[in-house]
């Protein structure tokens, strides 16, 4: 019988470093040119070229037209409550002179809803979101499809 203890101890063989070295190499090379592409803004930017470009041509065909302040007395003659509005038309920047030609019509249909509202609905705090809407909609009729793109209320004061 030999003994086990006698034979040679074997060497464990050296592993080599190339992958860690390779490794570390591609996570600095990789991690930097993240950062610096995040830095300057070549990805994950909110103003990209593409998005510059994007949001520079929506703006070009643009055009506001604005609506004479309306006051509008609410309610019943002892109340004694009046709201004032004012707000500005958005709409296509060749439609404009149309649209400002039809203010007449456009002022009648806004006088006409808001003194059709109850006042106590005008106090919710979701009333200005429904009366955009309403008056949106009520004026494009009025106008024709595709001339108002949007409705701005700039003032909205109920006393």
Do not use: C
């Amino acid at each position: 019988m030999t003994n086990i203890d006698a034979l040679p101890a074997a060497d464990p063989k050296k592993r080599s470093k190339w992958p860690m070295i390779i490794g570390l190499f591609l996570f600095l090379t990789l991690g930097g040119g993240g950062f610096y592409a995040v830095y300057s803004g070549v990805i994950l930017s909110p103003l990209s070229a593409l998005s510059l470009r994007a949001a520079k041509s929506g703006l070009e065909g643009l055009a506001f037209v604005p609506i004479d302040t309306l006051t509008i007395s609410l309610g019943k003659a002892q109340d004694n409550s009046h709201l004032q509005f004012t707000a500005q038309l958005e709409v296509n920047a060749d439609r404009a002179a149309e649209v400002a030609a039809l203010s007449p019509r456009i002022l009648d249909v806004i006088n006409g809803y808001l003194r059709a509202v109850d006042s106590a609905d005008l106090q919710d705090p979701d009333a200005l979101v429904r009366l955009r809407a309403q008056l949106l909609r009520r004026i494009q009729i009025v106008t024709g499809q595709g001339r108002v793109r949007d409705l701005l209320v700039t003032e909205f004061v109920l006393d």
